[in-house]
């Protein structure tokens, strides 16, 4: 019998690129996604890429009824739903200090809703999208999954909201289990070049930018800050290949489906730290493409440099981020320069 995972935010940049990783490993992907941050043009590429139909529905993950309905459906077609992956959500640092209950209200009230849903349909595990920033300020570097938690703004607070309830959820009945997923920074896109990340505007994040400037449709990367005690002076974050990630997603499943229930928390990176610049000149040299930039101040909220120990991920979820940054690079060019408007 086949094995259906219930995906929210299936169609995002990192929850298309695991549906791909899903499909490949045998499981029944279904996708609850409003596209309030993506389209339904990303379940066809997947279909495209993968050969396979993918189930979805659009729908808020707010609303019980719409839950109610998809954990009915996979009853009703013979495979229930074991497993919950969570990404839905929103994940604007900037836009969660301007309009912050917009953002408990998606990211935590979404996932009480959500939990409420999978108690009603005995949906017992859950794979959570949590993130580096819960960590704050390193007090000591590489991060450590004890590492206290001390996220710095709404967005931050957020996942680390949700992590505890999960944690509360998961005490409060010995069958449930939770993995929190930490990430550090995905970059690139399927190798493919059929699905990728395409952001709403100005992108906030750096790579997107790098690739937007590359292919001309802004001027020149604006670096902010080359003050900070690094070895070149810029920000340094630990970037993973969105796949790896992706592929983490499913190793995170069968943990749930194997571990003794409980409550968890995962570093996903690849334990080594990039600065800006170092990951600029690593696209030029990869693509061949010149990326003008201009250095600015740092950017408010901005640490200098983090990045993960994945040992945890690698000895119990048997997972290891494999692609380099070169990787990483050429696919995410790949990607935008055979899609210059994105999936528009
Ligand atoms: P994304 O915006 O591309 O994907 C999120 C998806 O969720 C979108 O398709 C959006 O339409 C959907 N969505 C949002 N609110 C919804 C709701 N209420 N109901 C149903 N669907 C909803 O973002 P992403 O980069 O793929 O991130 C996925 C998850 O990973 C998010 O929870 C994000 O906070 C987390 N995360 C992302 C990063 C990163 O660098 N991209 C890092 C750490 C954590
Ligand atoms: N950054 C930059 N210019 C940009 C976007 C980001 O110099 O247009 C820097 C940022 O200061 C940080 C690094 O790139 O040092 C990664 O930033 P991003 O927003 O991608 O990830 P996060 O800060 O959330 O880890």
């Known amino acids: 019998m086949k094995t259906s995972v219930l995906v929210t935010g299936g169609a995002g940049y990192i929850g298309s690129h695991t549906l791909v990783e899903f499909l490949a490993a045998g499981y029944h992907p279904i996708v609850l996604d409003n596209f309030c941050n993506s389209s339904p043009g990303v379940l066809r590429r997947v279909e495209a890429l993968t050969g396979r139909s993918v189930t979805w529905r659009e729908g808020d993950v707010r609303d019980a009824s719409v839950l109610d309905a998809l954990f009915s459906l996979a009853r009703e077609q013979g495979a229930p739903v074991e497993c919950v992956v969570h990404f839905a959500g929103l994940k604007a640092v900037g836009e969660s200090v301007a309009k912050p209950l917009d953002y408990y209200d998606n990211n935590v009230y979404g996932s009480i809703v959500l939990l409420q849903a999978m108690e009603r349909a005995q949906v017992r595990r859950i794979v959570f999208s949590s993130s580096a920033t819960v960590y704050g300020e390193p007090r000591s570097l590489p991060y450590t999954e004890d590492h206290p938690l001390a996220p710095t703004n709404p967005y931050g607070r957020t996942k680390a909201m949700v992590e505890a309830m999960l944690a509360d959820w998961c005490a409060a009945d010995p069958g449930r289990t939770a993995v929190n997923l930490r990430y550090f920074n995905p970059i690139g896109a399927h190798a493919s070049g059929q699905i990728g990340e395409s952001p709403r505007g100005t992108p906030n994040n750096l790579f997107p930018y790098i690739t937007q400037v590359a292919i001309g449709k802004r ?126």
Request: net charge negative; with cysteine; charged share 25%.
């Open 219 to 344: 001027e020149k990367l604006l670096v902010f800050g080359n003050d900070y005690p690094t070895p070149d002076g810029t920000g340094v974050r630990d970037y993973l290949h969105v796949s790896d990630l992706a592929d983490g997603h499913v190793k995170a499943v069968e943990y749930a489906r194997r571990a003794r229930p409980g409550c968890f928390a995962f570093n996903l990176g690849t334990g080594r730290g990039t600065s800006v610049l170092e990951l600029v000149k690593a696209f030029e040299s990869t693509t061949g493409r010149t990326v003008p930039y201009e250095i600015l101040g740092r950017r408010p909220g901005d640490v200098a440099q983090m990045w993960a120990d994945p040992s945890a991920a690698n000895e119990l979820l048997g997972w290891r981020a494999s692609r380099s940054i070169e990787d990483m690079c050429r696919d995410g060019w790949r990607w935008q320069s055979q899609n210059p408007d994105g999936y528009v």
